[in-house]
């Protein structure tokens, strides 16, 4: 199954215009990754997957060979499929460590689980923020003369931590037992990320993308009174430079982030993704945030995308686009991500959908 052909070529206009409820001509779409099998296959050439030109950044900075997809692959890729943005990843902070030889390399083995640990944490540097602001200019440089949009998607300094600096378990109770300590771990990021995202937005980046998975599908991973006194002051200060610009705000997390949505429309992001399906009704959301607030994703990646049929993607978006276009404030896409997992026809028929009944 192929892409079809679509009104209204790829316009980062759209994207802004439609997150703030402006008249847009259709609804824009929006994949944070997608696979390489699924970009071989259009692009005719292997390209990487939309966030790394090899292995998957999402999975930590281990998983990546570090830079981005090509800028002038992603365009046409994008072109091709009609989607308004490029984005260059920056998801983790980049605490590093040096090895027993000497070598510097990121910290990815949970291994930080005290205050002593923490002091021979290497912090980010200039180095690292000119590391992401190459790709950015790179980006810049190849959708001149279109219409496409450029982004920095990151700013996971409490996945960071649970994930790779400190592990899941420990970093929770280091939260009770050490929250001194947490909280210093989180002024660095967010001094890191705040200073990246000013020299991405006097670069031209069109939007921000920041990303944080806090929640699953009953609730944030912690209780929410401590959590916004911890989290939500450093997302406030990455995100300051944008908000105080005009430039839109987009906030990822998965599961059920209910009892945080204020929280964000308080800071200023205008835009949430992925609605996961396991936590969030998005005919619910539609009724309660529909008027504040521009809704991203919700189509099931496990059904219809994986095992489903062309014609299960094709109905589901169908049911989406009856309850979330009317109005506008929504962006099309999945609940997370597109998978090599997803039958390529699948992703055909999930953007083809996009096209046939995103149209005003």
């Given at each position: 199954m192929p892409i079809e052909p679509f009104e209204g070529s790829a316009d980062i206009q759209r994207l802004i215009d439609q997150i703030r409820g402006k008249p847009v001509d259709r609804v824009p779409h929006l994949e944070a990754l997608i696979e390489d099998q699924h970009i071989t296959k259009i692009l005719g050439r292997f390209a990487g997957n939309s966030l790394a030109y090899g292995g998957d950044p999402a999975k930590g900075v281990e998983e990546s060979t570090g830079r981005p997809m090509k800028g002038r692959d992603l365009l046409e890729f994008n072109q091709k499929i009609g989607q308004d943005l490029m984005m260059v990843e920056c998801f983790w902070t980049p605490f590093k460590k040096k090895t027993n030889d000497g070598k510097l390399?990121?910290?990815?083995?949970?291994?930080?689980?005290?205050?002593?640990?923490?002091?021979k944490v290497i912090k980010p540097t200039a180095t690292d923020i000119e590391d992401r602001m190459q790709y950015v200019r790179e980006y810049k440089e190849a959708v001149k003369g279109t219409k496409m949009g450029v982004t920095l998607a990151g700013?996971?300094?409490?996945?960071?931590?649970?994930?790779?600096?400190?592990?899941?378990?420990?970093?929770?109770?280091?939260?009770?037992?050490?929250?001194?300590?947490?909280?210093?771990?989180f002024d660095v990021s967010a001094e890191y990320f705040?200073?990246?995202?000013?020299?991405?937005?006097?670069?031209?980046?069109?939007?921000?993308?920041?990303?944080?998975?806090?929640?699953w599908k009953q609730g944030t991973f912690v209780r929410p009174k401590v959590f916004k006194e911890i989290w939500l002051p450093r997302m406030a200060k990455i995100i300051e430079p944008a908000v105080n610009r005009g430039i839109p705000v987009i906030f990822h997390s998965d599961g059920k982030i209910d009892a945080t949505i204020d929280w964000l429309l308080d800071?200023?992001?205008?835009?949430?993704?992925p609605m996961d399906p396991y936590s969030i009704?998005?005919?619910?959301?539609?009724?309660?945030?529909?008027?504040?607030?521009?809704?991203?994703?919700?189509i099931d990646v496990e059904f219809p995308?994986?095992?489903?049929?062309?014609?299960?993607?094709?109905?589901?978006?169908?049911a989406h686009s009856d309850v979330l276009k009317p109005g506008g404030r929504w962006v099309a896409g999945s609940s997370h991500s597109t998978g090599n997992m997803v039958p390529h026809e699948n992703f055909c028929a999930m953007i083809n959908a996009f096209h046939k009944y995103g149209k005003y």
């Open positions: 390399i990121s910290i990815t083995d949970r291994s930080i689980k005290t205050k002593a640990d923490w002091e700013a996971c300094f409490f996945q960071t931590l649970y994930e790779f600096t400190v592990g899941l378990t420990d970093f929770m109770t280091m939260i009770y037992d050490q929250r001194d300590l947490v909280e210093e771990m705040h200073d990246l995202y000013i020299q991405g937005l006097e670069a031209g980046i069109d939007v921000v993308f920041v990303a944080d998975d806090y929640a800071i200023g992001v205008e835009a949430i993704t009704d998005y005919r619910d959301y539609k009724k309660r945030y529909g008027n504040r607030l521009c809704l991203f994703g919700n995308l994986v095992h489903g049929t062309p014609d299960d993607v094709d109905k589901d978006v169908k």
